[in-house]
């Protein structure tokens, strides 16, 4: 109930404070991700409420937030790798990331998607919002495996946004 909007509130003004600081060329990027962190913490604190008071709602008002940030996410990202071009970024990239989706899109087909679809027992509603999530995630491993590959992993802050973004998929 704590521990995640508190480590929310951190990385939202940790990003915000980066950016002022250090005025990076992909400011709006940046700003994007800080958006998305920001309604994972709205999300957690709805979330938080609902677990105080022993409710556990299917679908929550909380997925609005955490399905909304998952486009954002995608922005700043999709940003960054569009201001990253000139800077000599591998153009067999797209391949490589498109594999990596593909792949993933196969996974979550046959053993997400198909089961969920095929459930009687939930509604038009809780379908849809259960599929949601795995199609947010490839379109985010889309766009983070295109920012991922070819990136300079000297930038300290882009190596904590790449373990960000994979605890987040290991998590989902």
Do not use: H, M
Not at 30 to 40: H, Q, R, S, V
Not at 55 to 62: C, G, R
Not at 126 to 144: H, I, K
């Amino acid at each position: 109930l704590v521990i995640y909007p508190l480590a929310e509130s951190v990385a939202v003004a940790s990003v915000l404070v980066g950016v002022k600081r250090y005025r990076p060329q992909a400011r709006q990027a940046w700003l994007f991700i800080a958006a998305g962190l920001f309604c994972f913490l709205i999300a957690d604190v709805i979330w938080g409420v609902y677990s105080a008071r022993g409710l556990d709602p299917f679908p929550p008002v909380s997925d609005v937030f955490y399905l909304g940030a998952y486009p954002l996410f995608a922005a700043g990202l999709t940003i960054a790798t569009i201001r990253r071009r000139s800077f000599g970024v591998d153009l067999r990239a797209p391949i490589d990331a498109a594999i990596v989706t593909v792949i993933g899109a196969i996974l979550a087909w046959v053993n997400i998607i198909t089961p969920v679809l095929n459930d009687d027992k939930l509604s038009t509603l809780e379908r849809v919002v259960t599929v949601l999530y795995p199609v947010a995630d490839l379109l985010l491993v889309g766009v983070a495996a295109r920012f991922v590959i070819g990136s300079s992993w000297n930038i300290r802050s882009l190596r904590i946004l790449a373990s960000g973004f994979l605890f987040l998929f290991v998590g989902d």
